[in-house]
Each structure stands twice: as structure tokens, then as C-alpha cells.
């Protein structure tokens, strides 16, 4: 098979290509705004493209060249701090990308199997009502959550009207080895293990904690997040439809800290800050719908946490199982 994975040198996208790469021809696109090139399995014959998904010409020559039979779109500006601060940015990359890869699509890929596009739980925003199914109320607070779901609706249009096979896949908060904890708006798990593994090596850092931590969210290792990638890019069924993507299982921040702190043996020096705008307070999903394809996953949080950990403190790296 020859997959495109847009975004592949980031977080999850790295961790797809990496697992992909040993059956199947994969062909990358990555800005590296935040990938990375060496997140690549070096002993995998992976074509690696940098470039913008917002760059047409680069976008509509790659699309027209080359026949894929699955297409992973998850090049994204992935931080919803970021969108608020920058949504004109933002909104090239988390939307017109999109829209553009879709026309692409429908003009030059006739045997693609599946476009499979992973949009957010942020789309459920701040209606109080849980654990959120795909049929929930969608109220999306910030630039990041609009385009997210306007770009869900484009995925699924494109399917009922031109018959593109396509499915939508809407991430809960993902952790896991390769999360770059660089920037301040990086995946919390990231930032927090960041903080951990400084201490341990007796360089100071500080957690800062935004709101009072009582804020929970259902996170899901990423090992998990392949499987239902794998599961929803191959069952007829999924065509047209949105998948919930978590373990049915939220945290408090709180918590978190508390379970890393056990597994680690030592105290995280926490600075508590104002909550960040547009910040969701719960969040938590209802996996059943995934469910009825076979998924099932596998990490509770300790479990996940353990594993990661591993992964960031083992000198040859962990390989999942
Ligand atoms: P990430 O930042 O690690 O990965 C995104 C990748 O896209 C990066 O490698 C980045 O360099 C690349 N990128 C950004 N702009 C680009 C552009 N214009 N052209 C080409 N590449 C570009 O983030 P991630 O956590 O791996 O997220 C992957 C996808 O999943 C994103 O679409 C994100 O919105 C979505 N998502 C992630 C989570 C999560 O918890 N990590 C949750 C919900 C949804
Ligand atoms: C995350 C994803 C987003 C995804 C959404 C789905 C990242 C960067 N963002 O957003 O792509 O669509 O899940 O639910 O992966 N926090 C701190 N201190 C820090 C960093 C964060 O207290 O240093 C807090 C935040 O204020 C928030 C919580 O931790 O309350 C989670 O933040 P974050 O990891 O950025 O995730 P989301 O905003 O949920």
C-alpha cells in the first residue's frame, strides 16, 4: 500500500509512519513547525517531503503524481492556546489545508481507499453534558475547535456528495513518546514528564499548573490511538462517520500529577496560575460507537504513564507491544 501521513513527523503522525512504514510505502509531508525529522525510523524506506499542506502547488504536484491508497491528514497547528492567540494563522492550516487536500482529492485520487481526517474533542467545547458522544452538542469555543469541526463537515460533504471515501476520527487528549514538550503550548503530559525528568537530573523546573487542576480530561496513550486509526481507516462502515477517540476514563490534573509522582518516587514543584482562556473544564468520551468496530484500549493511565515513561528513561527506547 502507499500511504500519505500529513503532519508525519509529529506526535502521533511519527508514531502512525513509524508503525506503517515497515509494510507499506509512506510518504510524509511536514512543515517541522513542530516535528521532527529524527522521529522517523531511520531503517524504514520512508519518502519524506518538507513542505506546507497549506502550499498548493507543492500539494496539487504530489497529489496528482503519486496514487495513494490511504491518506492520514494530520498536519494541524495542534494547540488550542495557540489559536487564540494566532487564529488567522491557525485557521490556514487547521482549515483551508483541509478543503484544499479534499479537492485534490476528488480531481486526482479515484482508488484511495480512505482520507481519514483527525479532528478534536474540543468540538464538544463547554456544553456541561458527559461522557460526550459523537451525536453530543457541538459548541466549539476557540478558533482551533471551529475549524476542526467546519473542516468535519467539508470531510463528511465530500463523502456524501462525491463519494470520496472518508472518515473522521476526533482525538481526546493523546500522550505519549515523541509529544514535543517544547513549547508552552505543547500537550500537558509532555510538559509535565519535562519537568520530572529535569528533576531527577537535579535541574530545577517548575510545573505551572493553569486554574486549580481540578480541570480532568480522558487521555489516551497514543499506541492505543494506532489501533483506532487502524480500525477506522479499514471497515467499510466507517465510511461517512465520526469516531470518538479515548478511553472512556477521565483524569483531574490533580490526579495526574499524584500518579506520576508514585511511579516516580518524588514531588513536582507546582506554580498555580489563572486558567487559560478558551480552556475546557471536563472532558471525557464515550467510545462505544468505536467500540462496534473492535477497539478496545489497552492503557489505563498508569499503565500508559508507566510505559511512557520507559520509553523517555531507557537508553534504547521502548517499542510498543
Ligand atoms: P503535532 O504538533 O506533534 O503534529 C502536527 C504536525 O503537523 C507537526 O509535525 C507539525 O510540524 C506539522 N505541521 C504543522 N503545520 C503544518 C503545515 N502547514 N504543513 C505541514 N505540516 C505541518 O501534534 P499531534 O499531537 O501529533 O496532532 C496530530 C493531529 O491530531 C492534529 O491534527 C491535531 O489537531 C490532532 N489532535 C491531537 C490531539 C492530541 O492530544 N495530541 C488531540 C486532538 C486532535
Ligand atoms: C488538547 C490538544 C488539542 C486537542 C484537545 C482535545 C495539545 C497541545 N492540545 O488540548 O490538540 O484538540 O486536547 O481534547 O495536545 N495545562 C497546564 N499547564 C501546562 C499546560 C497545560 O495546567 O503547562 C492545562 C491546560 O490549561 C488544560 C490542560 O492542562 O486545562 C490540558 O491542556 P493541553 O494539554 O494543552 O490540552 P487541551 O487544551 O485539552
Redesign the pocket.
Known amino acids: 500500500m502507499t500511504i500519505l501521513v500529513t503532519g508525519g513527523a509529529g506526535f502521533i503522525g511519527s508514531n502512525l509512519v513509524n508503525f506503517l512504514a515497515s509494510e507499506n510505502q509512506v510518504v510524509v509531508i511536514d512543515d517541522l513547525s513542530m516535528g521532527k525529522i529524527e522521529n522517523l525510523d531511520k531503517s524504514f524506506n520512508i519518502e519524506f517531503i518538507k513542505g506546507s499542506v497549506t502550499d498548493n502547488i507543492l500539494m496539487k504536484k504530489l497529489l496528482k503524481e503519486k496514487h495513494f491508497d490511504y491518506i492520514f491528514h494530520l498536519a494541524a497547528i ?4 495557540d489559536s487564540v492567540e494566532n487564529p488567522i494563522k491557525t485557521h490556514k492550516v487547521n482549515f483551508d489545508s483541509v478543503f484544499l487536500l479534499l479537492e485534490l482529492i476528488r480531481k486526482y485520487q479515484k482508488s484511495l481507499q480512505r482520507l481519514v481526517f483527525s479532528s ?3 468540538v464538544y467545547g463547554d456544553e456541561v453534558s458527559l461522557p460526550k458522544k459523537e451525536k453530543s452538542v457541538i459548541r466549539p469555543l476557540t478558533a ?1 475547535a471551529i475549524d ?1 469541526f467546519a473542516a468535519e463537515r467539508f470531510v463528511l460533504m465530500y463523502s456524501n456528495l462525491y463519494k470520496v471515501p472518508t472518515s473522521v476520527v476526533r ?4 500522550y505519549g513518546p515523541k509529544q514535543n514538550p517544547s513549547s ?5 503530559i509532555s ?1 509535565m514528564m519535562d519537568c520530572f525528568l529535569k528533576i531527577q537530573t537535579n535541574i530545577e523546573a517548575k ?5 486549580n487542576g481540578k ?1 480532568s ?1 480522558d487521555f489516551v496513550f497514543v499506541e492505543d490511538v494506532l489501533k483506532a486509526l487502524m480500525l477506522v481507516s479499514k471497515s467499510n462502515s466507517a465510511i461517512g462517520e465520526v469516531y470518538n477517540v479515548g478511553t472512556g476514563h477521565a483524569v483531574t ?1 490533580l490526579d495526574l500529577i499524584s500518579i506520576i509522582e508514585k511511579t516516580l518516587g518524588f514531588k513536582l514543584p507546582v506554580i498555580y496560575e489563572d ?2 482562556l478558551g ?2 473544564s471536563e ?1 471525557l468520551a464515550d467510545i462505544s460507537k468505536l467500540q462496534t468496530l473492535g477497539y478496545k484500549p489497552a492503557n489505563t493511565i498508569s499503565r500508559g504513564i508507566d510505559k511512557y515513561i520507559k520509553y523517555l528513561t531507557s537508553s534504547n527506547g521502548y517499542i510498543f507491544e
Open positions: 495542534a494547540s488550542v492556546a478534536s474533542a474540543a482551533y476542526k482525538f481526546f487528549n493523546v508552552p503550548y505543547s500537550g500537558v510538559i510545573f505551572t499548573l493553569f486554574g480541570q480530561r490534573l486558567l487559560r480552556d475546557i472532558s
